[in-house]
């Protein structure tokens, strides 16, 4: 089992960055596959950016590609969302996800196991 705590978010404008950084407690972070997912207002969940266990694989939402970038420490047992050139409509709380028992692919699609408590990105105008 892992515990998930993320940490970052914040009000920005729009054009700005944000960095949210995701803490694993528990077992090794690299066991698991992770990733980041978000849910605006009266919204889904939905899928942001996905990272493999070794950090080899990475997959975005089309929404973000090219503006957000995933990585990971396994030493520390952190995974990052860098986020740049903010939109507004990327206000939303951000989840860090993980797990272990599915491919990467699977969560991307399905979801993940373990959730974080969430932070909350709001970007202005």
């Known amino acids: 089992q892992v515990q998930l705590v993320e940490s970052g978010g914040g009000l920005v404008q729009a054009g700005d960055s944000l960095r949210l950084s995701c803490a694993a407690s528990?077992?090794?972070?690299?066991?698991?596959?992770m990733g980041w997912f978000r849910q605006a207002p009266g919204k889904e969940r939905e899928f942001v950016a996905a990272i493999s266990r070794s950090g080899t694989l990475t997959y975005y939402a089309d929404s973000v590609k090219g503006r957000f970038t995933i990585s990971r420490d396994n030493a520390k047992n952190t995974v990052a969302l860098q986020m740049n050139t903010l939109k507004p409509e990327y206000t939303a709380v951000y989840y860090c996800?993980?797990?272990?028992?599915?491919?990467?692919?699977?969560?991307?699609?399905?979801?993940?196991?373990?959730w974080g408590q969430g932070t909350q990105v709001t970007v202005s105008s």
């Open positions: 528990g077992r090794s972070s690299s066991t698991y596959n």
């Open positions: 996800a993980a797990d272990s028992r599915v491919s990467v692919q699977v969560m991307v699609d399905k979801g993940a196991g373990y």
